[in-house]
């Protein structure tokens, strides 16, 4: 009797550390397995996906903004994580989705067209106009390559600054966007204008910008103003840009995840 009982409780300490193993690789891992692909003009584009440890689950897209990399969301992906730690019935999003995050082109690693390197310092604004169909591109084959996993009529684009303009336009290629955030966006940034594609997006749109980053400040409140059934805005005190105000406000990274995970 004491050896099977010795032994039924060395089983369940070995059972105790898998689960807790499990647990820290879901809420300490950020980023996942590094996809490539080469676009139509052939461009080596990068993004990394963190898969959701369970079942069939929702995509989140990560836009950096210029000048920045993929790392750049990495305090967004803690604090959705700490989100998940605690069980609430009564939230529409139930399940850690997949996240993929990119390096947009001419920043981190996204740099190889063709035999050329470039770099955004050098990119003119025909270049910056192949942001939307880059990321469209990847979340397609991203989709496409994990079709079990992924449900494809639960994507989320998330951008920043010119990531923010770069998100709604991708969504108009992209089947299944039901929300996208956009943060810091403008009227205008390096020719990407994402007027008429906020008005054409039949999904959620929050917009969030600072006081006295007033070029988006502005521009958001215009933004907002096309598409008043579907578009939140949330303006913060400060000057903070892009994933900056969230990373440094408190009430702007609660009011984001308040609003994915409702």
Known sequence: M???????SLLLLWL???VAAQQTS????I????ITMTTTDG??????????????APLFVLLPMMGHTHTSYNPFIKA??????TKDSTRTLQTLPHILSLDLRGHGASTRLQSATISRQEMEPEDFAHYPSDVAAMIEKVAAENEAAIDRNYIVIIGASIGANTAIMAAEQVSGVRQVVMLSPGESYRGLEPAA???????????????EDSYSRTSSEKLAGLNKKLATLKIYEGSYHGTDLIDADKHAMKDLLDWLVK
């Open 2 to 8: 004491r050896k099977s009982f010795f032994l039924f």
């Open 16 to 18: 105790g550390g898998m």
């Open 26 to 29: 879901v809420t300490t891992r």
């Open 31 to 34: 980023h996942g397995n590094e």
């Open 43 to 56: 461009l080596e584009l990068h993004a990394w996906l963190t898969e959701s440890p369970v079942g069939k």
């Open 80 to 85: 959705l994580y700490e989100r998940f730690k």
């Open 197 to 211: 594609s906020l008005v054409n997006f039949s999904g959620q749109a929050l917009i969030l910008a600072a006081k």
